[in-house]
Structures are given as C-alpha cells and as structure tokens.
C-alpha cells in the first residue's frame, strides 16, 4: 500500500518504509526508524535577536517566527560551538532545546524548506 502525505506526524504513526520526496526526486528513503536513527541531532533555540546569517546558513536553519529557529547538527561539538559563536555574536539565547528530530524535521532538512512552501 502507498499513502502519501504532508502530516508526517501521521506517517509516523501508521508507516513502516518512508521515501521523502521533493518534486519527484527520492531524497531519502528506508525503515522509519532508519532515517531517524541517523538523523542529525536538532535544537530549537529563542533568541533575542534574528540569527546571524553565516550561522543560519551553516546550521541549516529554519524561521520559526519570533527569533526561535530550528537547527541541526551533526555532533555535540557543533552545539557547543554554536553557542561560542552566538554569545561573539552578540546574542542572549532565552531557550535552547537539543533532542533527536523527528520526520518533519527530516524533511525540513533534507528539503531546505517548510512543509508548507
């Protein structure tokens, strides 16, 4: 059976094979577990300020809205690192929390895009 959606919540829940896809072209596939098990590590991190361009760029950031972003790394040294860059940059981080993604987040990465565009 092939079921396809935006609602990867949903896809979590009831799909054993995941292929992610972006206009036609296969940018991931595999067991859901798979994909997430190497998956980069994410954050989601409020500031009080906009996130510097060069580092939105290497983190491969994502616009929440309201100077939160969602971010990835491939490594805690990167978190760490993160952090010494933002405090030279001038930036106070108000919250920051570090977890496994989840497939939206996967697919965010993989696209360099929201769910919604």
């Known amino acids: 059976m092939l079921y396809t959606s935006h609602y990867m919540e949903e896809v979590e829940a009831i799909c054993q094979r995941v ?11 595999g067991t859901l577990d798979d994909l997430l098990a190497t998956a980069d590590s994410s954050a989601e991190i409020e500031l009080d300020r906009p996130l510097p361009p060069a580092l939105a760029e290497r983190y491969a950031a994502t616009d929440l809205g309201h100077f939160k972003f969602g971010l990835f790394f491939r490594s805690t040294v990167e978190a760490a690192r993160l952090l010494d860059e933002l405090a030279e940059a001038g930036c106070t981080v108000r919250q920051l929390h570090v977890g496994r993604q989840n497939l939206e987040q996967l697919f965010m990465r993989l696209t360099r895009r929201s769910l919604r565009d």
């Not at 292929?19 to 596939?29: K, M, Y």
Request: aromatic content about 0%.
């Open 19 to 29: 292929a992610i896809l972006d206009q036609g072209r296969v940018l991931s596939e």
